[in-house]
């Protein structure tokens, strides 16, 4: 119990250093100057560990100067944090790469069940408990946030698009990049589409595929064949004794990613174009 307790004391202990590998790299080695401008003086390993440190503390662009410079005094290093303006400009064209996990990660072989998911992220608008309690009407918008996630709760594929993007649109290009085989696919009744069915199929030949049907779906001859499956056993089973024989419970994958990006990273946006 005490090396428990231990454990949990550590998530709150904030230990920021820099190796001196970064230290160097902090500023540019060799600024160009060809006359069209400024050159940079922030390398992009400066301005990525600047955007992460705002991202974790959820901090704005100016706040996260000022925060970050006060780290640099606190640590008595002849550092400065880049201006606010700088790394909104610098984010824009920074082109994160986001990260896949291929057969470097030992688990990565092991992907037996496939996810899927979709969450909106705001970017402007106040949230519904102040509307409620002010009984105000704002205008909002928000993105929307697709993943797939696998057995190991590894977040494997992701896509950020606009609040009117429909989530079977974004099936194939989720799956396209998991080239291991996958036996078990899950998604909740957003995806109840014969476009989705084909899309996992072609993909995953010998996956089951485990979508609830809409409440008013009836066995047609033009159906997809695990949608006319999943409404027989349903017919036969009920939905909750369907749903334990077909492990649907593996969806809850996915709704635990995005629980835990919204509580790691928090459900608004910090901009709002896609750039940045």
Not at 81 to 91: G, I, Q
Request: charged residues 25%; glycine residues 4%; proline residues 3%.
């Amino acid at each position: 119990m005490a090396k428990y307790n231990n454990i949990l004391r550590q998530r709150g202990d904030i230990v920021i250093w820099l190796s001196n590998d970064a230290i160097e790299k902090w500023y540019e080695a060799d600024r160009i100057y060809d006359g069209t401008g400024a050159p940079k003086l922030y390398s992009e390993l400066a301005i990525l560990a600047a955007h992460e440190i705002r991202q974790i503390f959820k901090l704005p662009l100016r706040q996260c100067e000022g925060f970050i410079n006060s780290l640099f005094s606190l640590m008595q290093i002849n550092l400065r944090c880049p201006d606010y303006s700088t790394l909104s400009k610098r984010l824009k064209i920074l082109n994160l790469n986001r990260l896949f996990y291929r057969k470097s990660h030992p688990n990565y072989k092991s992907i037996k069940a496939i996810a899927i998911d979709s969450s909106g992220l705001k970017c402007y608008g106040h949230d519904e408990w102040f509307e409620e309690n002010y009984q105000l009407k704002s205008k909002k918008r928000w993105k929307k946030l697709h993943i797939t996630v696998g057995q190991h709760h590894i977040i494997h594929t992701s896509e950020l698009t606009d609040q009117f993007t429909q989530d079977v649109s974004m099936v194939d290009k989720l799956l396209k990049p998991i080239y291991e085989k996958v036996n078990h696919f899950s998604a909740d009744g957003a995806y109840d589409n014969d476009r989705t069915y084909r899309t996992i199929t072609k993909k995953f030949p010998s996956a089951d595929i485990v979508i609830p049907p809409q409440k008013d779906a009836v066995y047609q001859s033009n159906n997809e064949f695990y949608c006319n499956r999943n409404i027989l056993e349903i017919q036969c089973y009920g939905r909750m004794g369907w749903q334990k024989r077909r492990n649907y419970g593996r969806r809850n994958n996915s709704e635990l990613a995005i629980q835990r990006y919204k509580r790691i990273l928090g459900n608004r946006l910090n901009a709002r174009d896609f750039a940045r």
